[in-house]
């Protein structure tokens, strides 16, 4: 299985191997889906491919620090329940194969500072950022397995401002957790 690694921003793989193919998607959703859709579309067979999406995120409740592999992804500022009573299916969520059941991430285009926007946000979810939802609409699309790791960077909360300061650490959190899970994530096998 091809790996295709996928950030958001180029200091997030400041530490990642150079060998892979690395999507550099840039900030949003819309961002995130169209470089990883083009990205895709030039493969020979994405059924074939993993994307691995590795980023920070925000926690949305208290105590969570570290690294996370959710279990599904939500994209909150999407007015699901309008779009499903006009007979629609918005697919605002997707379970994610191989991830921890028990975490949930919620992606969309607001950079979460907010002390309510968090406190609502919590409601479904443990993180927050703004490409993981996107990532896995375009890899769903193809066919390709897809794989979310998120380090948490800040509290969603004022600490979110010092992102800049803080994705270095992320970036070296991350890359060791990709360095130490690469062999299972290059397996065919997605347990």
Known sequence: MDIVLVVAARAEAAYLPDELPLVLTGLGKTAAAVALTRALASRPDPRNTHVVNLGTAGALRDGLTGIFRPGLVHNHDLN???????????????????????????????????????????????????EGYAVAFAAAAFGSRCTLVKHVSDAADDSAWEWPERVDASARELAAWFAEHRGKLESPDPA
């Open 80 to 130: 699901a329940e309008a779009i499903r009573t006009l007979g629609y299916d918005p697919r605002e969520s997707f379970a994610l194969s191989g991830g921890d059941p028990a975490v949930a991430l919620a992606s969309g285009d607001t950079f979460v500072t907010d002390a309510d926007v968090r406190a609502r946000l919590a409601a479904e979810a443990h993180l927050v950022d703004m």
